[in-house]
């Protein structure tokens, strides 16, 4: 209620006998609190970026250099050349001042030592943090220069890091030539190609390389030149903020709860630690307290953490031809929906984060409000929901001004959106799959209405106490919502906890002014025009949640094949017995490694992961053709990660065909191919957040997106512990030949045929030893 303080903070009236001015001590100190929190912001802020300005230096190093200077100067020794006395005659000298003289000389010097070794660390550590042979080498044999380079990288990383440390030191993304990209795509393209289709292809690519291909590279590497990433900004404005269609399905994904396990079934308290956990996750991100996260293959090598920048107070708004992305420094509220209502919750009062407990009461407030919506204010989110240019127009023509303008500030700034719903969810009752498959649906879109789909993210608690979120995907990818949420969870169950009753720990200040409702002029027409277009699409959405208990990949590993080329050849033959053919496959890799790194894709469909499915299918003994399809797909993810992918640098070509007006059939076709099998792995960031022996039943379900192409497939998995790994599957109903459950159930057979084709039967003898054994 910062604003309402300012309102009563200062009162007066005119009196005969002049103006009468009456202070309001209370609200001033609440305003010199509030105050208080910003400057410590600020000055915290002014910190953190003269450390991370240094790195991997520390700003205590500059004494370090002045007194080193200073004693060998003592010594009569000149460690400067010379240069000492030069810059002490630039100023002026007198006799009386000589020796102050040469103190600043001495200083100018040590500073200008000092940047300069800096200057040559952070080059020293670019160059280390460039060298990715480490990803290729097999596991338990590392050569002796990654043993050298992971010293030097540790020598030059020994002081503990902020969060955007690095990001200086990080390499640019390169550009791949292009002969070695085309070669790699018509590689990929060649199982699903027919003889003659694929000579074609081999034509249009040599045609384009020889002509067009070479001119486009060139502007592709002046960009790369210029840019910090010669991908992202592209890739963020032409494949998410361009899109005219439907975020919600098509763009957006969401986040599950637990399990097994929902640590409270009350909904307010459930709310008020969640709401406080993504706080202090906001609080380390603004503080940057957060370690730099690294690849689950290397605990040296740093991660871009430019996506953490726009994680909070964030919305993406929309335009005509492209929607554009807002960020705050800050705001010290979050919106809260329920039952077609908006309030504004504030979650700070004069300066101080209310406690978990106070979070609660003031949630509960808003559960217990007898006031009904207004004239269409229920159904107000479907907005976000539609199409994109239709509530652009609608924006403009009633929400640029009066109290619609005021009230959609209140959401937009919002540090978050928090959807309270009055309906149960999770994996309960006597239907357990259908309702974890309803539960995914209603992460994913909702009534359509009660989401706010253009927030960075929207939290959703349950009636019952279970939770989610629906996260915006233009500003980050899937594992920095993932890491965030991870956090929050793991905050929320072990480290504030809950009483025995079930409500949040901490005191009440009853004197809390009330959560404020937000008002609201709505245009019904045009919402119900949204609300209709989102309607279909989500009723369309077919999906389906289950957990493989069989076997994780602890007993993957002990075959000594990686878990997610395991995961992803299984993928193969499940589609290849649901669909009967191969398809282009979509698997998202990170290229975090570069500075602005986003994704790149991993073409999962090989010529080698196609001859093996075949020979599974055949019958045939093919143990080794399983290893090279799955050494196959980790060198495809290998390349893919250190910049060496097909997509990205195909795509960017087209764009610089677009902007000089040239048309190319090749980069046409390749543009348009379907990606009838989409999948993403969501990997588990922080286990020591998570205590798998002590509390096993606090077990992530992950989360999933909506399919990428009308009849295809897509699908999220999650490797949990050693002995799960969770899956999502979605489709569209409207297309006959695909089924979330169907390929579901294929998903678990192949898993089982892999594991049997490379766990060997065991002969009479070798079971007779066992039981000599036992």
Partial sequence: MAEAHQAVAFQFTITPEGIDLRLSYQALTQIYLSGLRSWKKRISRMRNRVIKGVYPASPSSWLFVVIAILATMYMRSDP????????QETGPVSNGHFYGQTMLSVLVFSTLLWLSLILTLRF??????????????????????????VTLVRLLSGRKPLLYSYQTSLPCLPVPPIKDTLERYLESVRPLLSGPGF?????????????????????????????????SDWWEEYIYLRGRGPIMVNSNYYGMDFLYVTPTPIQAARAGNTITALLLYRRKVNSEQLTPVSPATSTVIPLCAAQCERMFNTTRTPGEETDVLQHWQDSEFVTVYHRGRYFRLWVYKAGRLLSPREIEYQIQRILDDPSPPGPGEDRLGALTAGNRVPWCAVRKQYFSSGVNKRSLDCIERAAFFVTLDDEEQGMMGEDPVGNLDRYAKSLLHGKCYDRWFDKSFSVVVYKNGKNGLNAEHSWADAPTVAHLWEFTLATDAFQLGYTEDGHCKGEVEHSLPPPQRLTWDIPVEQVSISLSVAQALADDVDCHVFPFRDFGKGRIKKLKISPDAFIQLALQLAYYRDRKTFCLTYEASMTRLFREGRTETVRSCSNEGCAFVKAVESGEHCRRLFRLAAEKHQNLYRLAMTGSGIDRHLFCLYVVSKYLGVESPFLTEVLSEPWRLSTSQTPVQQLELFDMKNHPDFISLGGGFGPVADDGYG????????????????????????????????????????????????????QAQDKKQQ
């Fill in 80 to 87: 400067s050349m010379g240069l000492i006395a030069k810059i």
């Fill in 124 to 149: 020293c550590l670019k160059l280390l943090l460039s060298y990715h042979r480490w990803m290729f080498e097999q596991h338990g044999h590392i050569s002796t220069t990654t043993k050298v380079w």
């Fill in 199 to 231: 000579q074609r292809m081999t034509v249009l690519a040599a045609q384009f390389e020889n002509s067009l291909g070479n001119r486009l590279q060139r502007y592709l590497k002046l960009k790369a030149l210029w840019a910090t990433n010669y991908v």
């Fill in 715 to 766: 699908v999220s998995y999650i490797i949990v512990g050693e002995d799960m790994i969770n899956y999502h599957v979605s489709c569209k109903h409207s297309f006959s030949e695909t089924d979330s459950h169907r390929f579901g159930a294929q998903i678990s057979r192949a898993l089982l045929d892999l594991l049997s084709v490379l766990t060997p039967a065991k002969t009479e003898n070798s």
